[in-house]
């Protein structure tokens, strides 16, 4: 299953307390007499995804919601695969993406430069304490570029050695051939026991320096991650003082430090970076920069140091779904690496740089600034409530806590800001997960919509397990997110009946 996997998969015997349920579009249902209503991929010249299946047509959107051929209004509880940040057909956007096609609908960015993509390029890095971006048309694109430009600039340092990269286990970093094994899923996540959650992120740095040895740090290029485990373990998130403490491992071995946020950056999480959200938290002692009384938390030296890295992907959320876009954002011990050496980046694509996914990306940056969406900068963690999207996203998390956490089967309700998964296990004592041929994740997905909403959906490990995650637009209003969570746990107890 893809990280972009929406599509149900045929439904599997029940068991388990499982409901029978059919998947949506599923080739045993009945066609509809009006063949405007759906779309029939099995008579399709597209290659669709799932050859078994007829899609329903959604024929316009606006705001939170999709219309389909049917007349049916379904709530967009997922953004589409995360990417809606700020709601469908906003005026000033389209405006700015038409305007654009109009005056200047392409360039080669190997010739020439354009005034929205030195723009855009300027808010990010001043916004992030980066010093170059590029964009491209996709987050596998984004990906890609990143390893290679990761590799450049060992070899402009004259270390042709390294040619190691590390990812951790239960991720996705792409849909290219080159991604696909970066991040490669075993069947479950390890993490060594430890009693307090300072010591859990020295656990996983030693983990990661161990790594490194065992490879031989001269060998070692980057090390690559999500903030926010994404489409691959359903929005599970770092431990506080994990990035900063995996940062300076890197560091110490001349690894570089690469953050994917193709899919939890862009302001999903309530500030514009993910990587962001990795400061102390009030609780712990005030020498290291919190409010809290002493104890033995205190041994999580460095919390609060900045998580900065050293190159950074984003994508989804970053264009709104307006026009296709990606960026790799360039810290400048990077770009002096290439400066020093070639003075040039060994990379490029038809549509880097494109006019129109940059206009997009711009009026959509604009458009969250305008409306408080996000936090731009790196402030501190009493301070992110300031931003809209992490106000809405602690409603959405509170109401989630309430209404699903106690239903049957749910084994995990976790993430950040309006970037939120459910995990469901087939024992919630042991969290035992189904057997992957049970497709639960897909039987819910399903039932949530037929209540009108549309989720995303995948297996909690890529391989085992199952989730859904809910991230709407920027822009859902709290009336919006209880009809989603009704949804939600309509579609549960349907699948799941007590």
């Known amino acids: ?95 700015a993406v038409s305007s654009q096609i109009s005056t200047l609908p392409y360039v080669s960015s190997a010739l020439f430069a354009i005034q929205p993509a030195e723009e855009l390029a300027r808010r990010m890095c001043r916004d992030s304490g980066m010093e170059r971006a590029v964009f491209l048309s996709g987050g596998s694109e984004a990906v890609e570029s990143a390893i290679k430009l990761a590799r450049q600039y060992h070899v402009e340092r004259g270390e042709r050695q390294r040619t190691e990269f590390i990812a951790r286990e239960a991720s996705y970093h792409g849909n290219t051939l080159g991604d696909t094994w970066r991040g490669a899923s075993s069947t479950s996540r390890y993490c060594r ?51 900063c403490a995996m940062k300076r491992v890197c560091e110490k071995y001349g690894v570089l430090f690469c953050l994917d946020e193709i899919m939890c950056g862009a302001g999903r999480t309530g500030k514009l970076h993910a990587w962001m959200n990795d400061l102390v938290p009030s609780s712990l002692p005030a020498r290291l920069g919190g409010e809290g009384e002493e104890s033995e938390d205190a041994e999580g030296e460095g919390w609060g140091e900045e998580a900065r890295p050293d190159i950074q992907t984003l994508g989804k959320g970053l264009c709104g779904g307006y026009a296709p876009l990606s960026a790799v954002l360039v810290s400048r011990k990077v770009c002096e690496g290439l400066e020093g050496g ?34 731009m900068m790196p402030v ?19 109401l989630l806590e309430e209404r699903v956490s106690p239903l049957p089967h749910v084994g995990n309700v976790r993430g950040l800001g309006l970037f939120q998964g459910i995990e469901f296990v087939a024992d919630k004592n042991t969290k035992a997960p189904f057997a992957p041929g049970e497709h639960v994740a897909d039987k819910v997905a399903n039932a949530i919509l037929e209540h009108g909403a549309a989720v995303y959906h995948g297996a909690a490990t890529r ?36």
């Open 1 to 95: 299953m893809t990280a972009d996997t929406i599509a149900a998969t045929p439904a599997a015997p029940t068991t388990n307390g499982l409901k029978p349920s059919k998947p949506l579009g599923s080739d045993s249902k009945p066609a509809p007499t009006d063949e405007q209503n759906t779309h029939d991929v099995t008579d399709s010249s597209v290659l669709h995804r799932n050859l078994k299946v007829v899609l329903p047509i959604v024929t316009h959107a606006r705001g939170s919601y999709l219309y389909t051929s049917s007349g049916q209004r379904i709530l967009d509880g997922s953004g589409g695969a995360a990417v809606v940040s700020v709601g469908h057909g906003v005026p000033e956007i389209i405006s």
């Open 193 to 243: 026991p430890t009693s307090t959650l300072s010591r859990r992120a020295t656990a996983i740095a030693t983990e990661l320096e161990e790594k490194i040895l065992a490879l031989g740090p001269e060998r070692v290029a980057a090390f690559f991650a999500e903030p926010v485990v994404g489409a691959a373990a359903g929005c599970v998130p770092f431990v506080p003082g994990y990035l």
């Open 463 to 498: 391989i085992t397990g199952d989730h859904i995650m809910l991230c709407p637009p920027y822009t859902v209003s709290e009336a919006e997110i209880d009809e989603l969570v009704d949804a939600v746990v309509k579609g549960i107890q349907e699948v799941f009946p007590q």
């Open 342 to 375: 070639s003075g040039a980046f060994r990379n490029g694509y038809t549509f880097q740089s494109s006019g129109t996914g940059v206009a997009a990306g711009l009026a959509v940056y604009e458009y969250m600034e305008k409306h408080d969406f996000t936090m």
């Open 380 to 398: 501190q963690l009493s301070e992110w409530l300031g931003a809209e999207c992490a106000r809405r996203g602690q409603y959405l998390r509170r």
